[in-house]
Nanobody, 117 residues
């Protein structure tokens, strides 16, 4: 399974970015059954969950991003997005897309988000 993440870049504090993750080779019915998520890893830190969304669109957010980030999915396009608003320098990290069902998990290649103060 190939997950293609995009949308990272350099932004000033307070700005916004939108990340997208596509799964073009995943069968639609399979995509629809997976929990899709975004994780991030800052330099010198462990990878952490940012947000995830179930097939039924129930969402879960890290406390640090609640109220600022919004995760969504478009099953017909096999895409999951992360709208990031009010960005802070602490949000600087490589962001990874994931798809998970049970013990099966796939990862994208990561996209770098840099927030300048």
């Amino acid at each position: 399974v190939q997950l293609q993440a995009s949308g990272g870049g350099l932004v000033q504090a307070g700005g916004s970015l939108r990340l997208s993750c596509k799964a073009p080779r995943m069968i639609t019915s399979t995509f629809n059954s997976y929990v899709m998520g975004w994780y991030r890893q800052a330099p010198g830190k462990q990878r952490e969950l940012v947000a995830d969304i179930t097939p039924y669109r129930a969402t879960n957010y890290a406390d640090s991003v609640k109220g600022r980030f919004t995760i969504s999915r478009d099953n017909s396009k096999k895409t999951v997005s992360l709208q990031m608003n009010s960005l802070k320098p602490d949000d600087t990290a490589v962001y990874y897309c994931s798809s998970k069902q049970g013990t099966t998990e796939y990862w994208g290649q990561g996209t770098l988000v840099t927030v300048s103060s």
